[in-house]
């Protein structure tokens, strides 16, 4: 499976794919041999043993095939179930340095510098342990990218992509030995658009908000409906199975938003995993083995996206006693059919944080809220969804039914669930937050909320929750201003994302494992699961190259405890 020229000691060895493939047609020529013998010889004829001597020498061709054909190849380097990856030295690394900047030909494709491995290696949107790349290459196309990869291989360099750099659980933290951190900015055009098709073919660094800009400066009525933070690129959104608010009325990126990807895989070949039709049967879906795998079984180099209908909405806000009232109501509203393209439930604390931010333009009251967004072909069709939605939330005790009253207004009602992350920090002078999400069954989130939001006051810890309680994925933003409030943050988390797999639920909603949440997996997935995943990347990945310490537990993780 890999190519001989990254592996210049074992240039004699022929793959195992190679190997069985060769053994297996000496077997189906000498199984041949022997069918036209026996049909044609009589069951009585003295040559009626031939067919046993003729299998005789098919069992000795297949094992000389396999013993001078399967030399030691890639996969007598595997990785066993106890070892560790054998990384290359600092030598190593130095040499493969020195080799990417002869092979990549801009001059700045290649950077050492001291900011950019900080900037690659750290993010300021969480806490999990940081550790730098020891080099940031910024590759311009499919063929840049596989010379990295051989390049990687042949000096046994980890290789981690880096998309937006808007990750939560540290899916782009280097390796501890360092590694290349391939960063894809520079790989951010749209290559075409098929406003017929409805889909757009672009490449992984081209963020979402920047391909609805360009669709809406066309003039081309389609939008890409996953919306996660701003900030966030395709290849990032397709590596960790993002969502976003638009989730309740169109899905995740595990849907059939992602129709293809062109991938550079861990030995250098690159594919594309189907073509363009919007549906096919061939084989299954090899696109979505690389959706959620946070770059561990190879890298996005270009994408063909699914696009929808952009329709005419609009934003209404209405307030609850709790959020057992709150949610009752949605599921209420869900189950009626009517047109809801996003519903947002935000705590009490969360419409106290937006008060004291001061951005937006009118006061709340102060009570656990829902944020809906209409979504029709026609005004009245709005109106109509607006007038039974009002009827439903008002039977379940909300109050203050709010509907936007102009396209202006309807914004300025979003954009202060939008600012969920600023607005939060105001609670707390001098605070940061650890934002996280879990994701359970829409009828088990009020039971969610309410332990969570008793287990944080026991702890003296100030948060906002806010859901997209449409399809029970619950964030949360905890504050602290010290480590040792970090710590009992740190402990919140966990019982949190504990609580959330008991109710049926999972560790992560939207926003993927990475370093953060990949102890949790066992518990949620079974050991079953977990290992054929972990199956998968060693069959792909067999030296351990690709993204390492992200996603797959360690095997003692499932007997930890925390």
């Known amino acids: 499976m ?6 210049q000691r074992l240039r004699p060895s022929t793959s195992l794919s190679t190997n069985l493939g060769r053994s297996r047609s000496i077997k ?7 069918r036209r013998q026996s049909s044609s010889v009589p069951l009585k004829s003295p040559r009626s043993w031939s067919p046993i001597v003729i299998g005789s020498i098919a069992s000795g061709l297949i094992g000389y095939s396999l013993s001078a054909f399967w030399k030691p190849s890639l996969a007598s380097e595997a990785l066993s179930e106890e070892t560790e990856p054998k990384y290359g030295s600092p030598k190593d690394f130095e040499q493969a340095i020195k080799e990417l900047r002869n092979l990549l030909d801009s001059d700045d494709a290649v950077s050492t510098h001291p900011d950019d491995l900080r900037i690659h290696g750290y993010s300021e949107n ?12 910024y590759p311009r196309s499919t063929e840049d990218v596989v010379k990295i990869v051989k390049t990687a291989v042949k000096y046994r360099m980890p290789l981690t992509p880096f998309s937006g750099g808007t990750s939560l659980e540290g899916s782009y933290r280097g390796s501890p030995v360092g590694g290349i951190c391939v960063d894809m900015s520079d790989m951010n055009k749209i290559i075409e658009i098929h406003e017929a098709d409805s ?10 908000m920047e391909i609805n800009e360009t669709l809406q400066k066309k ?4 939008f890409f409906p996953l919306d996660p933070g701003p900030g966030a690129t395709i290849g990032g959104m397709m590596s960790t199975g993002c969502s976003g608010t638009n989730a309740v009325r169109y899905g995740t990126a595990k849907g059939e938003w992602f129709l293809n990807a062109t991938v550079v895989l861990p030995s250098g070949e690159v594919i594309k995993t189907r073509q363009r039709a919007r549906k096919s049967a061939a084989g299954f879906d090899t696109t979505k083995l690389f959706i959620g795998a946070e770059g561990t079984l190879g890298i996005i180099t270009e994408v063909t996206i699914r696009l929808a209908p952009v329709l005419p909405t609009t934003v209404a806000v209405v307030h609850f006693p709790d959020v ?3 949610t009752e109501a949605v599921i209420d509203v869900m189950n009626r059919g009517v047109g809801i393209q996003c519903v947002e439930l935000c705590d009490s604390e969360f419409m106290r944080s937006i008060n004291l931010f001061g951005a937006s333009q009118r006061k709340y009251p102060e009570q656990d809220s829902l944020f809906f967004k209409f979504q029709g072909p026609t005004s009245a069709s709005i109106a109509e969804t607006a007038k039974i939605v009002k009827e439903i939330v008002q039977k379940h005790g909300g109050t203050g039914f709010e509907l936007a009253r102009s396209e202006k207004e309807a914004h300025d009602l979003w954009a202060d669930r939008k600012n969920a992350l600023y607005s939060g920090l105001a609670l707390l002078e001098g605070s940061r937050g650890w934002s996280t999400d879990v994701c359970v069954p829409v009828s088990k989130l009020p039971q969610l909320v309410y332990e969570t939001k008793k287990d944080l006051e026991r702890l003296g810890l100030v948060s906002i929750v806010v859901g997209h309680v449409g399809d029970g994925n619950f964030h949360t933003q905890l504050l602290f201003r010290n480590d040792k409030e970090l710590e009992s943050v740190r402990e919140a988390v966990h019982r949190m994302v504990e609580r959330a797999i008991k109710l049926e639920g999972t560790c992560t909603g939207e926003h993927g494992v990475g370093i953060g949440k990949r102890e949790y997996l066992y518990e949620e997935l079974g050991e079953g699961t977990v290992e054929l995943m972990r199956s998968v990347k060693k069959t792909l990945d067999p030296l351990g190259l ?8 360690d095997r003692i993780d499932k007997k930890s405890k925390h």
């Open 2 to 7: 890999f190519p001989a020229s990254c592996f």
């Open 28 to 34: 189906q020529h000498a199984m041949t041999f022997v």
């Open 126 to 137: 969480d806490y999990h342990p940081s550790a730098p790349h020891t080099v940031i290459v």
């Open 199 to 208: 889909d757009l073919v672009c490449q992984p660094g081209v963020g979402w």
């Open 219 to 222: 003039g081309i009525p389609l």
């Open 324 to 326: 057992k009232r709150a």
């Open 546 to 553: 690709f993204n390492p310490g992200k996603l797959y537990p």
